[in-house]
């Protein structure tokens, strides 16, 4: 005898697979290092004037060796204490020596990378 198939049953034995699938997934990408991070995120506060960076250092340490970069190609480095510091664009600068010219430039990225912020990991930080 021909057995004629429910689409109700069909649509939900569909939706219940896709439902196990998803939750099988979703706990075995819960599973190893989620709380361990191999960088830390840093806690920052920018602000700009149209010569000046400033970036409010919210962490508890000193970022040593700290490396900020703006638009991906103007560079600085220096150690950035806690609390604010301001920096002048102008002192930005390209690998060439080509200094950033808020004149002519603007500032639509920041990035800032500390080499060894907290427990030998990397700091973080991308705007």
């Known amino acids: 005898m021909f057995r004629h198939n429910n689409p109700k049953k069909d649509i939900a034995h569909i939706l219940q697979q896709c439902l196990l699938t998803s939750l099988l997934m979703l706990s075995i990408s819960a599973c190893g290092t989620a709380n361990e991070s191999d960088k830390v995120d840093l806690i920052v506060a920018l602000s700009a004037t149209p010569e000046h960076i400033m970036i409010d250092n919210g962490n508890s340490y000193v970022w040593n060796n ?62």
């Open 66 to 127: 700290a490396k900020i970069t703006i638009n991906n190609r103007y560079f600085y480095e220096s150690d950035i204490p806690r609390g604010g510091t301001s920096l002048n664009l102008t002192e930005f600068t390209k690998q060439d020596g080509t200094s950033f010219n808020p004149k002519k430039n603007r500032l639509y990225r920041v990035s800032i990378y500390v080499p060894d912020a907290l427990d030998g990991k990397p700091g973080v930080f991308n705007w």
